[in-house]
């Protein structure tokens, strides 16, 4: 018989929508699922979509259903949360039944919000944080036209409040979409940058959802949005690290391969599977004040502390077993060939392959901005509460400097 471990067994919790639909061509089951939640359908679209023959053989499949369908695409990046309000007045003009997003990870985040205000009204502050949101919002049918942020999946959208130094969040499992279709030829036209950055933090997603504490919380309490270390999300997490590690930066290096494509998206989705339930830490709570002050791509940041974070946790043993694990999975290598230091040159190298900069100097940071990061990261407690290790200041101040300085055990990173 097999030793019991010195653990406890984690739970598990999933979060997802109704409906999950994945591969080449699924954007054609669109306008049935959206037809089952209604006849008048906002349709939320990235503004560069505006005009192009992809929105309009969308609109005109929906069109041909019978769908009563009002196109809004004025959303602004970042998404300013005060730019969300007249997006859910259009939804409450056309008395709509359910919101339609397809594009980016932004698009995708604002359409749950449209959903939660035009049932639940605003404003859009009093909901930031985890379970604040009061019940079911419209149903969203989400369409992802970049592979990465895993939106389509999960219960959390990420604002920009100009009243603050960092994003923030509404987590809430009304948020989860009714229906998620991944067609990863919608990504065959992202630009590189976006295919690496967007691509590098889906590996975070499935780098941190896997490292995660595990929270142990009482069954007959009600549960946090995010449950950290999760028995059903480990072997999707590994999966997720497959895909990702071998196809990303073929993905980057040729954009129009499209088996290299359908990888990534895989890979990308099941880490927003893994995540939406289980969470993220250190990475996002240091990468919102990082990106915020930088002007950066929320994935180029994850993407860059990833190294430095894990090889920050491999200093406590029992993180260390799981960072090797997950290593394994990344590289697809025997677990004896496995190590946590191994883990952190495969994350740094596939960083190297697909462009992401090797430290926060190159992204123009300067060192005496690192602690005001560092003190802004802290109030993100929603994300470290899930670090497998307690954080404290230094310790968030000596993952900043290392990748200030590009140092990974003890070498020169780049």
């Not at 219960?155 to 987590?171: F, H, T």
């Not at 504490?213 to 949005?225: I, Q, S």
């Not at 926060?360 to 993100?380: F, H, K, M, N, Y």
Request: hydrophobic share 45%.
């Amino acid at each position: 018989m097999p030793e019991q471990p010195e653990q406890p067994d984690p739970p598990g919790t999933l979060r997802l929508p109704a409906r999950v639909h994945f591969g080449h061509g699924t954007r054609r089951l669109l306008p049935g699922i959206t037809a089952l939640h209604g006849r008048r359908v906002l349709l939320v679209a990235d503004p560069f979509l505006a005009g192009t023959p992809l929105l309009g053989e969308l609109t005109g499949s929906l069109a041909r259903a019978g769908l009563d369908v009002r196109t809004y695409s004025d959303i602004t990046p970042e998404l300013p949360a005060g730019t969300l309000d007249a997006a859910a007045e259009a939804a409450r003009e056309h008395r709509a039944h359910s919101v339609l997003a397809i594009g980016g990870g932004s698009t995708l985040d604002a359409a749950k919000l449209i959903a939660l205000l035009c049932v639940h009204g605003g404003p859009l502050d009093q909901y930031y944080g985890e379970n604040r949101v009061p019940g079911p919002v419209l149903p969203v049918v989400a369409v992802p036209t970049t592979a990465g942020t895993g939106s389509e999946v999960t219960p959390v959208a990420v604002v920009s409040d100009p009243a603050r130094e960092l994003k923030v969040g509404v987590s809430s499992p009304f948020l989860v979409p009714a229906a998620a279709v991944v067609d990863p030829g919608l990504t065959l036209g992202a630009p590189r940058d976006v295919t690496a950055f967007s691509g590098i933090d889906a590996l975070v997603h499935a780098a941190e959802s896997y490292t995660a504490r595990a929270l142990h919380t009482d069954a007959g309490a009600d549960l946090p949005v995010f449950t950290g270390h999760n028995a059903l999300t480990e072997p999707v997490t590994l999966r997720a690290a497959q895909h990702l590690g071998a196809w990303l930066p073929v993905a980057v290096r040729e954009p129009s391969h499209r088996h290299a494509r359908h990888q990534v998206a895989l890979g990308a989705l099941l880490a927003g599977v893994s995540f939406g339930s289980a969470g993220t830490h250190l990475c996002h709570a240091l990468q919102y004040p990082i990106g915020a002050l930088t002007g950066t791509p929320h994935g180029l940041g994850t993407g860059l502390l990833l190294p430095y974070v894990l090889d920050t946790l491999r200093e406590d043993p029992g993180t260390a077993v799981r960072i090797a694990s997950f290593g394994a999975a990344l590289e697809d290598v025997p677990a004896s060939d496995a190590s946590a230091a191994r883990t952190v040159a495969a994350a740094a190298g596939i960083n190297r392959a697909v462009g992401v900069p090797a430290t926060l100097s190159g992204i123009g940071l300067t060192r005496a901005q690192l602690p005001r990061v560092a003190d802004l990261a802290l109030t993100a407690t929603r994300l470290l509460s899930i670090a497998p290790v307690e954080p404290t200041r230094d310790m968030l101040l000596g993952i900043l400097d290392r990748a200030y300085t590009g140092i990974l055990d003890g070498r020169r990173a780049a």
